[in-house]
T-cell receptor
Framework: GNSVTQMEGPVTLSEEAFLTINCTYT??????LFWYVQYPGEGLQLLLK?????DKGSNKGFEATYRKETTSFHLEKGSVQVSDSAVYFC???????????FGTGTRLLVSP | DTAVSQTPKYLVTQMGNDKSIKCEQN?????MYWYKQDSKKFLKIMFS???????INETVPNRFSPKSPDKAHLNLHINSLELGDSAVYFC?????????????FGPGTRLTVL
């Protein structure tokens, strides 16, 4: 079955620093890939997604590129803000109805 | 106009009790889910229903019984609660069963078993 591996957190950055959160996946075939974000006390919400190789998902200054050759979907942002502090989840889902498989989540803490 | 709502938001109860958590979505989606998030934030699917029919049932103790009276509602009933059931439970929905479908999550129900 599918699996998703994320870097351990927490990731602690100062405002305006560059962010990378690594995510790699294993799957049969070519899954769709997602980043979800969970702000304190809230449910998860979709941040961005990519459905095929070389696709780039982007939203709110965050980007991630679907790299088939390295089975990766790393999340990046050029300049983080305090309001980006949250837990970020990488997830994958295979074609044909399959469950969404989440990574363990990476907590991001941004200080002023 | 909440998209996916859950009640209650907090639930504190004693071991051995039976409790229910309710979920409703007003998005017109066909598919709904229950997830469990443990204290380390690990999120795992428990059940999924499509048009009131069970389609995913992960390895969950049979003390947990989902019920879908209609496609807008998916409730979770838990019998004989145990300490290890303490977690945050999230309901979610998707338009269908497409692999690219975005999941819309509810705000979560924090269950504490004493």
């Amino acid at each position: 079955g599918n699996s998703v591996t994320q870097m351990e957190g927490p990731v602690t950055l100062s405002e305006e620093a560059f962010l990378t959160i690594n995510c790699t996946y294993t799957a049969t075939g070519y899954p769709s890939l997602f980043w979800y974000v969970q702000y304190p006390g809230e449910g998860l919400q979709l941040l961005l997604k990519a459905t095929k190789a070389d696709d780039k998902g982007s939203n709110k200054g965050f980007e991630a590129t679907y790299r088939k050759e390295t089975t990766s979907f790393h999340l990046e942002k050029g300049s983080v803000q305090v309001s980006d502090s949250a837990v970020y989840f990488c997830a994958s889902r295979n074609t044909g109805f399959q469950k969404l498989v989440f990574g363990t989540g990476t907590r991001l803490l941004v200080s002023p | 106009d909440t998209a996916v709502s859950q009640t209650p938001k907090y639930l504190v109860t004693q071991m051995g009790n039976d409790k229910s958590i309710k979920c409703e979505q007003n998005l017109g989606h066909d598919t709904m889910y229950w997830y469990k998030q443990d204290s380390k934030k690990f999120l795992k699917i428990m059940f999924s229903y499509n048009n009131k029919e069970l389609i995913i049932n992960e390895t969950v103790p049979n003390r947990f019984s989902p019920k879908s009276p209609d496609k807008a509602h998916l409730n979770l009933h838990i019998n004989s609660l145990e300490l290890g059931d303490s977690a945050v439970y999230f309901c979610a929905s998707t338009p269908g069963q497409g692999d690219t479908d975005t999941q819309y999550f509810g705000p979560g129900t924090r269950l504490t078993v004493l």
